[in-house]
């Protein structure tokens, strides 16, 4: 071997650390201090050391997360301390049992548990010798996994190098992809007309097991330590929540939503605290896992089969579960926009019975390939609305249909048609369509628009369906006699309904503006709108110059609302309602505060707020001047958080945006 210069092995060295300590800042504390121009500069110098002076090249090089060759197999690791499993528990019977035993096998009255989230990712070791990486592992069997070291290498959160050099150090954790990653993966498999990945678990184990690990950097997996294997010649903590404390501090990834509590209402608390919160999570989570905190007592209580009997999951409800897609069959909006929805075998899935999944659009089902009869994968993350994820080949059955786009609207016979260059396809018969009436009806009555309380949708039904109102107008003609002779209705509910009809007109001209149901004018146009404008005469005559006046309205808005009052019938609508006795107080176009703390400011609100709701927060900020906008991105002045503030606040902090607790937002508030 040459020898190498020893000004090129300091600079190797120092070089090696500081590409290091920036992949920790920026994968492990999401706080990167250069830019990406910054660290290739760092990392080509080290590859160009390295190239002349081969004995530069160590198993701890940042150069060697990527590019050593591709695999014909992965090769079988032998565990030196088993991987085992959880027991699992589900309900509040299962925890207090799993309590009780500990108290009773410990002889104690409460014990202390160490709690974290359960990664829905794989579990690995990580071997280190001397300090230095030298093998990553997959579970296996749990007695044997497989040598996936070249694709661990790939993930920059993982150390190559411990600031400690014991003979032996195996840490244990879980890799996982986050959420983020996983969207862009499956966009960018979209695009390239690729299959989608069904979940996050799923792209990681396909990432993770790749012969090529080139393969595996391409989608992006991130770490989580969550206990170690063999050690040897390393004094480690006596309980499990001082060692997680330790592998942070050696700068492994560990939860930061970990907590040591006590007694089984403390797990109880912890279990609820983490289910609210993980929708905001930035991976996913199928239940936490508590553990006896000290490790004298875990040693004591000892393991059942293959489970330790100190530790236990608990589940939180599965957010995918696999059924039947029975059919698909289509819905009007009240834009006329017709939404193919999955009819499917009912499935217990996120906690509820969900048997109708939306489907989007008919890209959407090619994209997925979707044919009826197909089992498929359900999710239902949260509240949000169930859907379907992917197809299971394996077990799709010979007798499959295609979904065809019907040409004709299923509630009105109107043709149904889809421009170009749109991915929606639209029902042509505008308020002829009772779908679209009904829609549109509920629109105008909504709380936001001119708030009718008590018309709801099974209301409106009744009411298109006996034709006594086409219009909105038509609501505000309806008499007592015709109202109490609708099924469900009695003369006193029909009399409430009535006094509720008569004080919605008196409304505000913003509000009634949002009740037309404009395509594009959602609540904050129509009171750009009102403000702008000042009366519904100015509004109905404006051109598409005047409209593009408006702060935020941009020329698809300006079109759409030129549009909406070139047609006769629509403008008959309004006359109608102020005929019938609607009306609002109008004056001459408003100022928008130029100063005050809201003034031109773009604010985001997140957390639940004690003293207002969102909707009154939202409207105080805007009467003075401000805009409020749902994400958090650079264009941000101000975050208002309230508690259980989750991702937004994170996105605020790492941006460096100003953030506002509820007393201080309502201090500002009263000073103006
Ligand atoms: S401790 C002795 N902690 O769950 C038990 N496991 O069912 C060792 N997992 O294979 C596991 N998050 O992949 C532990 N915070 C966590 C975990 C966790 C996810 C997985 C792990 C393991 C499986 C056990």
């Known amino acids: 071997m040459s020898a190498v210069p020893e000004a090129a092995r300091a600079r190797a060295a120092a070089l090696k650390r500081e590409l290091e300590e920036h992949n920790y800042r920026y994968y492990v504390q999401n706080d990167p201090v250069v830019t990406d121009a910054e660290w290739d500069a760092l990392f080509h110098e080290l590859v160009a050391l390295e190239t002349t002076h081969p004995a530069l090249l160590t198993a701890d090089s940042p150069t060697q997360r990527v590019g050593a060759k591709p695999a014909t197999e992965l090769a079988e690791v032998t565990h030196r301390v088993p991987m085992l499993s959880l027991a699992n528990a589900f309900t509040d019977e299962d925890l207090a049992n799993f309590d009780r035993r500990c108290r009773e096998a410990l002889a104690q009255d409460e014990i202390e548990y160490a709690c974290e989230p359960k990664f829905d990712g794989l579990a690995v070791t990580l071997t280190y010798e001397k300090g230095i990486l030298v093998q990553g592992a997959t579970r296996g069997d749990g007695a044997v996994g497989e040598d996936v070291t070249a694709n661990i ?69 991130t770490f989580f330590a969550y206990g170690i294997g063999a050690a040897e010649g390393v004094v480690l903590p006596d309980n499990h929540g001082a060692l997680m404390d330790q592998l942070a501090e050696w700068r492994f990834p560990v939860a930061k939503a970990r907590a040591v509590v006590r007694g089984a209402s403390g797990l109880a608390d912890y279990h609820r605290r983490i289910g609210a919160l993980r929708p905001d999570l930035p991976f996913e989570i199928d239940g936490v896992v508590y553990k006896v905190n000290r490790f004298d007592w875990q040693q004591r209580m000892g393991f059942v089969s293959r489970a330790p009997r100190f530790a236990v999951a608990h589940k939180f409800p599965a957010e995918e579960a696999t059924t039947e897609l029975l059919d698909i069959e289509v819905q009007v909006g009240r834009t006329g926009a017709i939404t193919p929805v999955a009819r499917l075998k009912p499935v217990f899935v996120g906690g509820t019975t969900v048997s109708n999944a939306t489907l989007h659009n008919e890209d959407e089902i090619r994209r997925k390939d979707l044919k009826i009869g197909d089992t498929v994968v359900v999710r239902r993350a949260g509240d949000v609305i169930p859907e379907v994820a992917a197809v299971i080949y394996a077990m799709r059955p010979a007798n499959i249909r295609e979904f065809v786009m019907p040409k004709a609207c299923p509630e009105c016979a109107s043709a149904i048609a889809r421009l170009e260059g749109e991915t929606v396809a639209r029902c042509t018969g505008g308020l002829f369509c009772p779908a679209q009436r009904k829609q549109a009806l509920l629109h105008f009555a909504q709380r936001k628009a001119v708030d009718i309380e008590g018309l709801g949708d099974k209301l409106v039904e009744q009411l298109v369906d006996a034709n006594l109102v086409r219009t909105p107008a038509d609501i505000f003609r309806l008499g007592l006699q015709a109202l109490a002779n609708l099924e469900r209705m009695a003369e006193k509910s029909a009399a409430n309904l009535l006094a509720n009809i008569e004080k919605s007109k008196r409304t505000t001209l913003a509000r009634f503006l949002f009740g037309l149901g404009i395509r594009h004018v959602g609540e904050a146009t129509a009171r750009d709108l009102a403000n702008h404008f000042g009366s519904m005469d100015a509004i109905m005559v404006a051109d598409q110059a005047a409209l593009l006046r408006v702060p935020d309205v941009g020329p698809v808005v300006a079109e759409s609302i030129w549009r909406f009052f070139q047609e006769p019938h629509n403008r008959e609508v309004v006359e109608q309602l102020r005929a019938c006795g609607v009306a609002w107080p109008e004056g001459p176009p408003a100022e928008r505060p130029t100063s005050g703390p809201f003034a031109g400011k773009t604010v985001v609100l997140t957390g639940t707020l004690s003293s207002l709701s969102r909707d009154d927060a939202k409207a105080r900020i805007e009467s003075l001047g401000g805009k409020v906008t749902g994400s958090v991105s650079k264009k941000t002045d101000l975050v208002i958080a309230g508690v259980e503030a989750g991702s937004k606040l994170e996105k605020a902090r790492e941006l460096g945006i100003a953030v506002w607790d509820e007393a201080e937002f309502l201090r500002n508030l009263r000073a103006n």
Not at 172 to 199: C, I, S, T, Y
């Open 153 to 221: 290498r790939t993930i920059r959160s993982v150390p190559l190098r411990l600031p400690l050099d014991p003979p032996l150090l195996e840490v244990r954790g879980e890799v996982l992809m986050l959420k983020k990653d996983f969207a862009a993966l499956n966009e960018r498999q979209a695009a390239n007309g690729e299959k989608l990945f069904v979940n996050p678990r799923n792209a990681s184990a396909g990432a993770l097991r790749q012969l090529d690990p080139k393969m595996t950097a391409e989608r992006p997996l």
